[in-house]
């Protein structure tokens, strides 16, 4: 009986059906194993696991399927083939996954040339030896094949089955999609978590299903006309708040910092590692009089990252769903952005960042921003022992920016991005001088060995601000662009915060970051008002006197009593004062407590959930439509990206010319002297 069995077992293999057949279930059963043990898909209950069983099949079905309608041995290496590119396709996923806690998109892809610098070495940190095991089931096929245990089936196979299983595979597309949409309804249409249309589909439908967004977001722009600006009007015109009058126009005139601390996170503040403090000098400074430090400030990125933190903070618009906008949209919108603003309003504007110019488009995005110089990594000085990671020591960088700030006519708005807080935190001996953590993770455990090191660079930048006179002129604006350990730390995260276990409430507190704003004489303080990057804008304007009723933009000064405190997360989550909504739970803000809420409980939830659907919908519309080339504010003037260059030689002139004409530069008041002599570091490397 048994032998019967393996003889006709034997057969089928052997024929291509047979083979067929085996190529999906060995490549469903990886895809599975994969979901469970790559992914964090949140999956709950006797439905869920099943629709994630099964949610690979359809797709393979019909894939593997087109090898099909080939004859002979074409066909076998036909599904060889298409079972190593959708191999490709998962370990990609699997090495992004790891990073950015999300999947790749089509946008993202697109723009890879503009976000892969540099990426070999965390690359070798992201890769695990256990990820290159998904391969072994083509291995097991080809062995099958070359040494004959499964022979190639000569014979034709008949185009109308191969047409019955494409057709069989669309219809269990169909079904699984049924499936889905019963526990999960409006899948496609309201989600904003691409682990959703993974976890419920598969990854082969979602890309299939961000292609189609991707094309028809390219649509949009095409079919969009002035007339769609006035339902985005009419949203701001009930949403915008009133500026604070006890801050209101306080520090007009001065020039602005903009420090972005690189993948620094809000924990980190007052933290301690074998009784020393991480940051010691940013405490305190958070700590400072002058300083309005914000406890309940979210970062509201997505897969754009960085360049998601950028976008919302200079154009209080959100960033995408999927990819980044500065990288698919930067060059082609029109933009109101912060520089645009400030430089109208007679302010130079320079952006400082210690690598190439072309990193997340930056080069094109900051002329539609208006930014009239950008310092990138040409005008630096370099040698090997000067870069870590993502580009120049955040010491040195301070050092090379503050050059070429002394020249800069006042007022002005500079943004100054560090980099040596960058995953995967790499420090050389020389300059660590701080114990790690022990959690055991080595992704985790030099993060505050690297955030270390940003806190005594940002302290020598502002040794040099005092020495210069620059601190008393100016408004300090700090802020954290995203989280550095991701969700998928969760072990590693209980250890940090002292925890046993860590809910999803936990992990959403987690996203935290600073922010802050110092200026001499300025009323400070730990402001617990809750809040997001969305919401920079805004609050710097009113502070620099610009009641700014005109632009567009999402976000409500945090200043103001009439600030919204809904902050929203780009996969359509929430954070309020009262509640925390993740996925389909909802925690108690106060105290963490899962809520099984009442009826009046659900009619608020349900409120604040249509409130940040219908906000991220409408920033999404004027990024895809390119809606604001439609509408020009009373007194702003549109960017003419003509009028900037960043080349090294043409910026050094326009430079020498600018404080020709305005010399109001720090070196112009120190007699057309240089500044640097006050600049002091410990960077080993200059010494």
Request: glycine share 8%; aromatic share 14%.
């Given at each position: 009986m048994i032998s019967d069995k393996k003889y006709r077992i034997s057969n089928l293999l052997n024929t291509r059906l047979g083979f067929y057949l085996l190529a999906v279930l060995l490549f469903c059963i990886k895809t599975y194993i994969v979901y469970q043990t790559k992914f964090t898909l949140g999956v709950k209950g006797g439905l869920q696991e099943f629709i994630l069983a099964i949610n690979p099949i359809p797709a393979a079905l019909l894939t593997f399927g087109v090898a099909l309608y080939f004859s002979g041995r074409l066909s076998y290496w036909l599904m060889m083939i298409i079972d190593f590119l959708e191999t490709v396709w998962i370990f990609a996923n699997i090495v992004y996954y790891r990073e950015f806690s999300d999947f790749l998109s089509l946008g993202i892809i697109k723009g890879s040339g503009n976000v892969q610098n540099n990426l070999g070495k965390s690359l070798a940190e992201i890769v695990h030896f256990s990820d290159f095991f998904i391969f072994i089931d083509i291995l097991i096929l080809i062995g099958l094949l070359v040494f004959k245990v499964i022979r190639v089936d000569a014979q034709p196979f008949k185009k109308r089955y191969a047409l019955l299983l494409s057709g069989l595979s669309i219809i269990l597309m169909v079904g699984e999609y049924g499936l889905a949409n019963s526990d999960r309804t409006g899948l496609l249409t309201r989600t904003f978590d691409n682990n959703y249309i993974v976890k419920y589909l598969g990854l082969n439908e979602y890309a299939a299903f961000n292609a189609y967004q991707t094309q028809k977001e390219s649509a949009t722009r095409?079919?969009?006309?002035?007339?769609?600006?006035?339902?985005?009007?009419?949203?701001?015109?009930?949403?915008?708040?009133?500026?604070?009058?006890?801050?209101?126009?306080?520090?007009?005139?001065?020039?602005?910092?903009?420090?972005?601390?690189?993948?620094?996170?809000?924990?980190?503040?007052?933290?301690?590692?074998?009784?020393?403090?991480?940051?010691?000098?940013?405490?305190?400074?958070?700590?400072?009089?002058?300083?309005?430090?914000?406890?309940?400030?979210?970062?509201?990125?997505?897969?754009?990252?960085?360049?998601?933190?950028?976008?919302?903070?200079?154009?209080?618009?959100?960033?995408?769903?999927?990819?980044?906008?500065?990288?698919?949209?930067?060059?082609?919108?029109?933009?109101?952005?912060?520089?645009?603003?400030?430089d109208?309003?007679?302010?130079?504007?320079?952006?400082?960042?210690?690598?190439?110019?072309?990193?997340?488009?930056r080069d094109s995005t900051y002329k539609s921003w208006g930014y009239q110089y950008f310092f990138s990594?040409?005008?630096?000085?370099?040698?090997?022992?000067?870069?870590?990671?993502?580009?120049?020591?955040?010491?040195?960088?301070?050092r090379d920016a503050a050059n070429y700030i002394q020249q800069l006519p006042q007022p002005f708005y500079v943004k100054l991005i560090t980099l040596t807080n960058h995953y995967p935190y790499l420090l050389d001996k020389q300059n660590t001088d701080f114990p790690a953590t022990k959690t055991g993770d080595k992704t985790v455990d030099p993060y505050v060995q690297t955030a270390h090191y940003l806190d005594q660079a940002f302290a020598e930048?502002?040794?040099?601000?005092?020495?210069?006179?620059?601190?008393?002129?100016?408004?300090?604006?700090?802020?954290?662009?995203?989280?550095?350990?991701?969700?998928?730390?969760?072990?590693?995260?209980?250890?940090?915060?002292?925890?046993?276990?860590?809910?999803?409430?936990?992990?959403?507190?987690?996203?935290?970051?600073?922010?802050?704003?110092?200026?001499?004489?300025?009323?400070?303080?730990?402001?617990?008002?809750?809040?997001?990057?969305?919401?920079?804008?805004?609050?710097?304007?009113?502070?620099?006197?610009?009641?700014?009723?005109?632009?567009?933009?999402?976000?409500t000064d945090l200043l103001s009593r009439q600030h919204d405190q809904r902050v929203a997360f780009r996969n359509g989550d929430f954070v309020t004062p009262r509640y925390t909504k993740v996925g389909s739970n909802v925690y108690l803000t106060k105290t963490g407590k899962l809520l099984k809420p009442n009826s009046k409980q659900k009619a608020q939830i349900a409120s604040i959930q249509n409130h940040v659907t219908t906000e991220l919908s409408l920033s999404d519309r004027v990024i895809y439509g390119d809606l604001l080339r439609f509408y020009t504010p009373k007194g702003f003037k549109k960017v003419n990206r003509k009028d900037f260059t960043?080349?090294?030689?043409?910026?050094?002139?326009?430079?020498?010319q600018a404080d020709q004409r305005r010399p109001t530069s720090i070196e112009a008041k120190n007699g057309n002297k240089s500044t640097m002599n006050l600049y002091k570091t410990d960077a080993p490397e200059l010494k």
């Open positions: 095409s079919h969009a006309k002035a007339s769609d600006m006035d339902s985005i009007l009419k949203y701001l015109d009930h949403s915008r708040a009133k500026p604070n009058p006890v801050y209101f126009g306080k520090e007009k005139g001065k020039n602005v910092f903009i420090i972005h601390l690189e993948s620094f996170q809000q924990f980190l503040i007052n933290y301690k590692v074998d009784g020393k403090e991480v940051t010691p000098h940013l405490n305190k400074f958070f700590r400072n009089r002058n300083t309005i430090s914000f406890d309940n400030f979210y970062h509201q990125v997505a897969q754009g990252k960085t360049s998601d933190a950028e976008m919302m903070l200079e154009n209080s618009l959100y960033g995408l769903p999927q990819g980044s906008a500065m990288v698919t949209y930067g060059s082609q919108n029109t933009y109101q952005a912060a520089p645009a603003i400030l109208q309003d007679g302010y130079t504007t320079a952006a400082f960042h210690g690598d190439v110019p072309s990193f997340w488009n990594s040409q005008y630096y000085k370099t040698k090997p022992s000067y870069s870590v990671g993502y580009g120049l020591k955040d010491k040195i960088f301070f930048f502002m040794n040099y601000l005092r020495k210069t006179g620059l601190m008393k002129n100016s408004v300090i604006v700090l802020y954290g662009d995203h989280y550095g350990i991701s969700n998928n730390h969760r072990p590693a995260i209980a250890q940090l915060l002292h925890k046993k276990t860590i809910t999803d409430y936990d992990l959403a507190q987690f996203q935290k970051v600073p922010f802050m704003i110092h200026a001499t004489g300025l009323k400070g303080g730990i402001n617990h008002t809750y809040g997001g990057e969305i919401d920079v804008l805004p609050t710097l304007l009113h502070l620099l006197g610009d009641k700014d009723n005109n632009t567009i933009q999402f976000g960043y080349q090294y030689t043409k910026g050094m002139e326009q430079l020498k």
